[in-house]
């Protein structure tokens, strides 16, 4: 008696679920059918790929330019010459055309 009943109870589910899943089966089967040869959890033929990133590549900044100063020496380091005199500052006092800077020799 009690089969009989979860037998009855089992087919009316079955039924509304029959009923309810009218509209997806109508669209077709999802069931699968094919043929596996080998063990189930046995491994794959290939792994599947494993893909790395991308290599990051950092293109270092260019130096900044070198400047090179070239320092003027001071005005006391220049000798003034006056081409209309033919001389240098303290033998000629004044000069008309004005008086040319000239880098003194270096003694070796």
């Known amino acids: ?22 509209d997806a089966a109508a669209h077709g089967s999802r069931a699968r059918v094919g043929v596996h040869v080998g063990t189930v959890w046995g491994p794959w033929i290939y792994p599947p790929p494993w893909y790395y990133p991308p290599p990051v590549v950092v293109v270092p900044a260019e130096p900044p330019p070198v400047y090179i100063e070239q320092r003027t020496p001071p005005d006391s380091a220049f000798w003034h010459y ?25 003694e070796k």
């Open 82 to 106: 006056c081409r209309s005199a033919g001389a240098y500052y303290p033998y000629v006092g004044e000069c008309r055309e004005g008086w040319l800077k000239v880098l003194p020799e270096q």
């Open 1 to 22: 008696m009690k089969a009989a009943r979860i037998l009855s109870a089992l087919l009316c589910l079955a039924a509304v679920a029959g009923i309810t899943a009218g």
